[in-house]
């Protein structure tokens, strides 16, 4: 009999994390945090695009109301904060480049060097990736495969029609965002579909910053109301991203 599997994955590492997390300790949801070697510290701010956003150096100040604040953790707070037994920590690229056109000399410094890194200040080999804007080309793969990732994520753009998942493919593809106008619908739709032969798998990704647009699905609230109703199911065991690949 498969299992049901519910996971996280958010990218970037920044101060809202410190919020999320804590909500996932209250409903003992588990999730990966894909986070920058080379950028702990820095700020910038991302504009409100409808339920997307982009990045800006500085605010407009004639609509300071459609930014929010992109504060990177340093490393110090990085450090405490993702120690939780709710989480693992991934690579997202060591400065969080686009990586359709990396050359193997520059995957060297983007991919090798912030597993190096991350797994030298966390403690543990990381073996996860997150694509920054859902870019990579056939250098970055090799690179994730010298280093032994187990996984790649790539940003879902369309509704799933299953829930399937394949621990030998090195793309994982998420189920949906957080703030997808479907994603309460498809939540539901995972919890009251009965596990069959093989593993069901629920993978929710974003970014926390995301949840200060105060937005109805951008917000605390809607994904509070979803770890609530997640965490109410008794056949769900809710893992990290490398745990979903180690079961």
Not at 4 to 29: H, N, P
Not at 154 to 167: A, G, L, T
Not at 195 to 212: I, K, P, Q, R, T
Request: charged content about 25%; hydrophobic content about 35%; glycine content about 8%.
């Amino acid at each position: 009999m498969g299992q049901k599997l519910f996971t996280l994955s958010f990218d970037d590492g920044t101060e809202q994390d410190c919020r999320l997390i804590a909500l996932m300790e209250k409903y003992g949801v588990k999730g990966t945090f894909n986070i920058s070697s080379g950028i702990f510290g820095r700020k910038s701010y991302i504009k409100r695009v409808g339920n997307g956003g982009k990045s800006a150096a500085e605010k407009d100040i004639l609509h300071p109301e459609l930014y929010v604040n992109h504060y990177i953790l340093t490393e110090k707070d990085a450090l405490s904060l993702y120690s939780s037994p709710n989480v693992e920590i991934a690579s997202h690229g060591t400065h969080h480049l686009v990586q359709s056109d990396l050359t193997k000399e520059q995957t060297e410094e983007e991919i090798t060097q912030d597993f190096e890194r991350l797994s030298e200040l966390f403690g543990y080999r990381v073996v996860g990736h997150a694509f920054p804007k859902d870019t990579f080309n056939g250098n970055v793969i090799e690179a994730l495969k010298r280093n032994g990732a187990l996984y790649a994520r790539r940003v879902s753009r369309e509704r799933p029609k299953d829930f399937s998942f394949n621990r030998n493919e090195l793309i994982l593809m998420p189920t949906c965002r957080h703030t997808d106008p479907f994603s309460d619908e498809l939540l539901n739709k995972f919890i009251n579909t009965p596990a069959g032969n093989d593993d069901m798998v629920f993978v929710l990704w974003g970014h926390s910053y995301e949840l200060d647009y105060g937005t109805k699905l951008g917000c605390y609230e809607h994904i509070e109301r979803l770890f609530q109703t997640v965490s109410h199911a008794k056949d769900i065991r809710f893992v990290t991203n490398r745990e979903l690949y180690e079961t």
